[in-house]
C-alpha cells in the first residue's frame, strides 16, 4: 500500500476500504468477501449485535457472458447480548444467498448459541459446534468475526453507563470496574497486551492508558487536547 492511499480519509466518515485499502493492486480481481459487524445498545443492559458476510464473484466467472457481478453467499447473524457477562441471549441466522437448496436447513442450529458467553475460549466452543459438517462454513466464520466487535462494544455501554452516575462513591467503583473489565478483556488477547507487557502493568496499576492514537488524532484536528479528553473518558 501507498503512503497516499493509506493517508486518505474523509472528515468524520469511515475510510472506503474499498478505494483506500486496494486502490494500488493491480491483478485482476477473483473474489471478493465482505465483512461487515455493527453493535446497538438496546438498552442499559443488552446489546444487539447484526453481521453479514457476503461473497461476490466478478463478472463472467460462472455465466460467461454476464455483464454484472454476482453474489453467491449472504448470511446474516443476529445477536442479542447480555451486558456485561457478555451471554448470547436470544440468536438468528438468515442464510439469504446460497449456492445449494438445502444450505438453510441449518439456520435453526445456531439457536445453540444461546447460553454462551462471548469471552476466552468462545471462538473454540464456536467450532465445536458449528464447525465442518455441524454448520455453515460461511456464518461459522461471521461469527468469529463478530466476538471482537462485540467485546469492543462493550466500552462504549460502559462509557454511557459512567456517564449517568452521579454519586461520588458509585462513580468511583464503576471507572474501577471498567479499568478491571479492561484488564480481563484485553489481557493475552494480543502482543500489546501481553500478560508481562507494558500496557497491561498499567492498566492493572490503575492508571489510565496511553491515550489511543485515533483519539489523539481526533482530538487534535478539533482544536482540543488529547490528554485532557482521555481522561474525561476514564473518569466517566
Known sequence: MTADAASRTVPGHPIDHDIDDFADIDGRLIQDRTYRVRVYAEDDDTMRARGMVRDIKPPGV?????????????????????????????????IEIHPNLACPRIEDHYKNLIGLPIGRGFTHRIRELFGGPRGCTHTTALLQAMAPAVVQA???????????????????????????????????????????????????????????????????????????????????
Open 154 to 236: 462493550t466500552w462504549s455501554m460502559r462509557s454511557t453507563r459512567g456517564a449517568e452516575v452521579t454519586d461520588p462513591e458509585e462513580r468511583e467503583a464503576a471507572i474501577r470496574q471498567r479499568q478491571e473489565a479492561r484488564v480481563r478483556h484485553n489481557v493475552d488477547s494480543c502482543h500489546v497486551w501481553a500478560a508481562d507487557g507494558e500496557l497491561t502493568a498499567i492498566a492493572a496499576s490503575g492508571q489510565p492508558t496511553p491515550v489511543l492514537l485515533p483519539v489523539a488524532k481526533r482530538a487534535r484536528a478539533l482544536g482540543l487536547d488529547p490528554e485532557t479528553e482521555w481522561r474525561k473518558w476514564v473518569q466517566r
Open 62 to 94: 460462472y455465466v460467461r457472458d454476464d455483464p454484472d457481478p454476482l453474489t453467491v453467499h449472504h448470511m446474516v447473524v443476529d445477536l442479542v447480548v447480555a451486558f456485561p457477562s457478555l451471554e448470547i441471549l436470544d440468536a438468528d441466522v438468515v
